[in-house]
């Protein structure tokens, strides 16, 4: 089974790398949160430090972009593009399932619904260019550096932690946002009845 190949690598290195890019995805977002909110800020949706969304960014987008590898003005603007589409993406499905987005840009300039913007776009772009020139290569190396029988303990107990932890989250969103569902489906009930 681990020995699968996903995306020109086989499943167990593919496992490895996505826990390591949320573990990496849930640093960068809470330091910068931090920083911003001027107190410690865990922006993942659980207790557990993961941020997946990050991972299937990096993957997807190494997956996608590496025949642009070396292209450095290519891999910039083809990569703020699909990862500003991801982000577009990932706020829609969030919004249609969870009632709300986890982020705002309504306050920086050139956003769209706050859910996209400009100045994010440009990061994506400069992400790109990292994951390419050291990151991707930082993230093998580091899973290269513990055995695979550690590998395989990691990805199971990770596994099991965050998906425990994503289902009780879930569960809590899912149970705090019926009672404003059913206020919308009451209220529209109201305005069909009085527009009759």
Not at 124 to 141: A, C, D, R, S
Request: aromatic share 18%.
């Amino acid at each position: 089974m681990w020995t699968h190949a996903v995306y020109g690598t086989d499943l167990y290195h593919f496992v490895q790398w996505f826990i390591i890019y949320s573990f990496l995805g849930w640093v960068v977002e809470s330091i910068y949160m931090s920083f911003c909110n001027r107190k410690l800020t865990n922006r993942g949706f659980t207790f557990s430090p993961f941020c997946p969304i990050y991972a299937v960014g990096a993957l997807l987008g190494y997956a996608v972009l590496k025949p642009l590898a070396g292209q450095y003005l290519a891999l910039y603007f083809v990569g703020a593009i699909l990862a500003t589409g991801l982000e577009y993406v990932t706020a829609i499905i969030m919004k249609n399932t969870l009632g709300s987005v986890w982020w705002d840009y309504n306050d920086k300039p050139f956003n769209y619904k706050g859910i996209i913007c400009l100045e994010s776009t440009i990061a994506w772009g400069f992400y790109t260019l990292i994951l390419f020139t050291f990151l991707q290569n930082f993230v093998e190396m580091l899973s290269d550096s513990y055995s695979v029988r550690t590998g395989m303990i990691l990805s199971a107990v990770v596994i099991l932690v965050y998906t425990f932890d994503f289902s009780l989250h879930l569960f809590i969103a899912k149970k705090e946002r019926l009672p404003r569902r059913v206020e919308q489906i009451k209220d529209r009930v109201l305005l069909f009845i009085q527009n009759r």
